[in-house]
């Protein structure tokens, strides 16, 4: 009797934290969406900002972080795929592979607005890429590189060993194993790394301020070597140093709704993705 | 045909096996049994060197093949495995298509003729007598086939590559009897073409599909004489005890 009643007390105290998660996200969500959903229009979302910025839309800045989403994705995705089918499939020394980890895990904890400084003195100053969407890229990319290393390794380790084994017993080569057997088979939880690293970088506003983003800009980009707007950085500047705070909030609350929006759609195009490619390989 | 001489074994400081010295006849069967741990499927993993796999493993002695030292520094270990095939305890067949998995030994050892690669998968699903029951789903997945559908394709995806050795890592252990039937009358089929290692805890299985059979303990080959002798007469009381089943 005494514990079937600690366990109702324990489930009770489970979910109703369970429930109050929940409670917290629909709170943040609704409260943006209420304050925000007023602005949303076509033209909003289409237009550059008007009359410092207390009119129009944001169009250059949803068009700059998307380009800084796939820009930072192409450096951090190939680079920390590898590295991590490096230290999970390849390596044997496990000292090495230690001393990865650690790097890795370090890297991870510094703090975003260093990588911003990193990346102005190392791409913006050194390399002369100046303030542009490749010196973005680049330090939005190293600043995810851990994420995707750890998810991608956490995908690998994933692959049950029966698999490698039985592939080698075949007389497959390592390269062989891990590109036809276990990579196929990780992919959807890679994907799945993926995901969270854009969710990170399209929210990131401390490493792009000295590397890429732009107060204002009424065109668009044309090329990599171009500045451009970001909506986390847009977001930042009217919410503080518009001209008129008061009449800005609302386009501040529309801004914050379109970048989760954006979030969450790329979150449910990637879901998409990996189902098929996880269908596929189930399949073929 | 394979020649164990002088094998010693160790897994870092553990002794695994002791002094080995074993013989086994081209075209037969070959029962490995002894209690768990003693060794036996460590021996079965040094044929197509499985145990290199294994950090901190370490064999002195000489293991031939075909009169071949498959330690030797010419031999390409990829090579090795292709020619001595494998079937594990658990069925583990790739996440890929039935007919995928059967050309998988001939994709990676380079043959991309889909004639050739299709002829060869019917001839390896029909030597495992698997091809009439997935004849009509060779695309589906393996992964929706029963556990002995699974390990009689393991035993089809390894007879593709045409190896000379099939060794078998009590391939029906975690089969239903039926299945396990299934893939006993197979390995009486095989016997005429492959030379057939297996290991086994099954001790009626060793005395129905075996002509050879070797009884390990403490990673020792206490007994090593005919099927049918060792059965009926062990010269080893510890043999005697284990197969009587008074221990293990």
């Known amino acids: 009797m005494r514990t079937k009643l600690q366990q109702q007390i324990a489930f009770f105290i489970f979910r109703s934290l369970g429930l109050l998660v929940i409670g917290l996200l629909f709170w943040i969500l609704g409260f943006i969406v209420y304050h925000g959903a007023g602005v949303i229009s076509w033209e909003f979302l289409t237009t550059a900002p008007r009359d410092g910025m207390t009119a129009g839309g944001i169009w250059p800045a949803l068009v700059g972080t998307c380009y800084l989403v796939i820009g930072s994705m192409v450096v951090a995705f190939p680079l920390g795929v590898m590295s991590a089918v490096y230290t999970s499939e390849y390596a044997r020394n496990g000292r090495i592979v230690r001393l990865i980890r650690i790097m890795t895990n370090n890297l991870s904890g510094i703090p975003s607005i260093v990588f911003g400084l990193f990346g102005m003195s190392l791409f913006v100053r050194t390399l002369g890429f100046g303030d542009s969407i490749l010196a973005g890229s680049l330090t939005l990319g190293l600043l995810v590189l851990p994420l995707v290393i750890r998810t991608t390794e956490e995908a690998l380790q994933a692959v049950p060993a029966t698999y490698r084994t039985g592939s080698r017993a075949l007389g497959a080569s390592r390269w062989q194993t891990v590109s036809r057997v276990v990579l196929p088979v990780a992919f959807p939880n890679i994907i799945t790394g993926l995901i969270l690293a854009v969710g990170r970088v399209s929210g990131e506003t401390a490493p792009i301020l000295f590397t890429v983003a732009a107060y204002f800009l009424p065109q668009l980009p044309t090329s990599i070597f171009d500045q451009a707007m970001a909506l986390p950085y847009h977001l930042y500047v009217i919410a503080t140093s518009g001209t008129d705070l008061e009449a800005t909030r609302p386009i501040a609350y529309g801004t914050a709704l379109v970048l989760i929006g954006v979030v969450l759609c790329i979150n449910l195009l990637a879901n998409l993705l990996r189902r098929r490619i996880g269908k596929h390989a189930h399949k073929s | ?248």
């Open chain 2, 1 to 248: 045909m394979i020649e164990a001489k002088d094998i010693d074994f160790y897994y870092g400081s553990f002794h695994a096996l002791k002094h080995i010295n074993m013989r086994i006849a081209a075209q037969s069967v070959t029962a490995l049994i002894g209690p768990s741990g003693c060794g036996k499927s460590t021996f079965l993993r040094l044929f197509n060197r499985m145990n290199d796999l294994i950090p901190e493993a370490r064999l002195t002695g000489k293991c031939l093949v075909g009169g071949e030292d498959i330690y030797g520094a010419h031999v390409q270990v990829d090579d090795l495995r292709r020619r001595i095939g494998m079937v594990f305890q658990r069925p583990n067949p790739f996440p890929k298509s039935i007919f995928e998995n059967v050309a998988y030994g001939l994709r990676v050892n380079g043959m991309g003729d889909r004639r050739f690669i299709a002829d060869r998968v019917e001839e390896s699903l029909r030597a495992a007598a698997l091809w009439e029951e997935v004849k009509d789903k060779l695309k589906k997945s393996a992964l929706a086939l029963s556990g002995g559908q699974q390990q009689r394709l393991c035993i089809a995806r390894a007879l593709a590559v045409q190896p000379t050795v099939l060794l078998m890592d009590e391939p029906a252990s975690a089969l239903d009897p039926i299945s396990t039937m299934k893939i006993e009358d197979l390995i009486f089929h095989l016997r005429s073409t492959y030379t057939i290692v297996i290991v086994t805890h099954n001790m009626q299985q060793a005395s129905r599909v075996s002509d050879h059979t070797g009884f390990f303990m403490l990673g020792e080959l206490v007994e090593y004489s005919e099927t049918r002798k060792m059965f009926t007469n062990p010269e080893k009381t510890e043999t005697q005890n284990y197969i009587t089943g008074r221990f293990g």
